[in-house]
């Protein structure tokens, strides 16, 4: 079973306006592009002269950029510090029409900054600039205040964790009691070292590493990915869940009779070229679809073929309507 171009374009115009609200952490994203013709004297590494720069938005503001470009409203809530980072990711957030006045300062924490070093082509390094710890309590009562505020607001909700400090256990309760008194559903991109914060969510988006650390379990093969899946879900009272497989596509757990099986999901990917932030699309995507009401499995076909596109760029990146559906279009003329 696959969705057609006629279905993709339908959702996709109910995904349209539709407000998304988004926790969780953001980052400031950096790529130094440059060419490598020799290894440097002093040590044996290669040289790098750079030739290009580029900043985009990464972790939470990556997830809203996705929502915005395929064409939902974002509502994005997460910290920053007033620095030249948190200044810089504020403009890039702007120049794409997300607002930026559901935003937290915390002056506890810088913003957090990861540099991609790219050399003919291909990552050869990254530099991460963040410091570890939890906000501060004002910060976390501002964004339970703001997230009210928000959920008001918003059909789904997206929690964004990369466990630097923005999701702690006091939101997440704020998160559960909100969710559950505005029947709103909201969809995680878990860290396992956050486990018990998630209990009760009605979906979760993790990838296979993150499912096998999460349950103690492999689950690479069909029978394991099962195994690992079902374990999760009655572990944390999860309603379901869509575990993305990288070349392997992705699979679809839910507690219904029709689903007693995950539901393999094949990749839509035909040339893959960076997978960064490609997680990000899929939890924008598939939220955005089931913010409109749409089914679980349709919501999943969409995001994988938003994945499919996203993959074939460099860098973190989006998908748009148009592109999603000429994706649809070129895989209808194979």
């Known amino acids: 079973m696959r969705m057609d171009r006629a279905q993709a374009e339908s959702l996709l115009g109910k995904m349209r306006g539709h407000r998304v609200a988004v926790l969780g952490d953001l980052m400031l994203d950096e790529y130094l592009f440059g060419e490598v013709s020799r290894i440097s004297p002093e040590a044996p590494v290669p040289i790098v002269r750079v030739n290009r720069e580029r900043a985009v938005l990464g972790g939470a503001a990556n997830v809203a950029a996705n929502l915005k470009s395929i064409g939902a409203e974002p509502v994005l809530l997460g910290t920053?510090?007033?620095?030249?980072?948190?200044?810089?990711?504020q403009a890039l957030l702007l120049e794409v029409g997300i607002r930026t006045d559901w935003l937290v300062i915390d002056p506890s924490r810088p913003t957090i900054i990861k540099t991609r070093v790219i050399g003919?082509?291909?990552?050869?390094?990254?530099?991460?600039?963040?410091?570890?710890?939890?906000?501060?309590?004002?910060?976390?009562?501002?964004?339970?205040?703001?997230?009210g505020e928000a959920l008001e607001r918003a059909s789904a909700l997206i929690i964004s964790d990369y466990a630097k400090g923005v999701v702690c256990l006091e939101l997440m309760d704020r998160v559960r009691d909100l969710c559950r008194a505005r029947g709103i559903p909201w969809i995680v991109d878990p860290k396992p070292d956050?486990?018990?914060?998630?209990?009760?969510?009605?979906?979760?988006?993790?990838?296979?590493?993150?499912?096998?650390?999460?349950?103690?379990?492999?689950?690479k093969g069909d029978e394991d990915l099962a195994a690992a899946g079902r374990a999760l879900m009655a572990r944390l009272e999860l309603q379901g869940l869509l575990v993305t497989r990288s070349e392997r596509g992705m699979a679809l757990f839910a507690t219904d009779e029709k689903h007693q099986a995950p539901w393999m999901i094949p990749t839509e990917a035909r040339e893959v070229f960076d997978v960064s932030g490609a997680g990000d699309t899929v939890i924008a995507v598939f939220s955005a679809a089931i913010s409109t009401g749409a089914d679980w499995q349709d919501a999943a076909m969409l995001a994988n073929a938003a994945a499919g596109v996203v993959v074939g760029k460099m860098g973190t990146a989006t998908a748009t309507p148009a592109e999603v559906l000429r994706h649809y279009q070129d895989q209808e003329a194979l």
């Open 80 to 89: 920053l510090q007033r620095d030249a980072a948190g200044s810089r990711l």
């Open 194 to 219: 956050h486990a018990e914060f998630y209990r009760g969510a009605p979906l979760m988006t993790p990838n296979t590493k993150e499912l096998a650390a999460l349950t103690g379990m492999p689950a």
């Open 120 to 147: 003919q082509q291909q990552q050869m390094l990254r530099i991460d600039r963040e410091e570890e710890g939890g906000c501060q309590p004002a910060a976390v009562e501002a964004l339970c205040a703001r997230l």
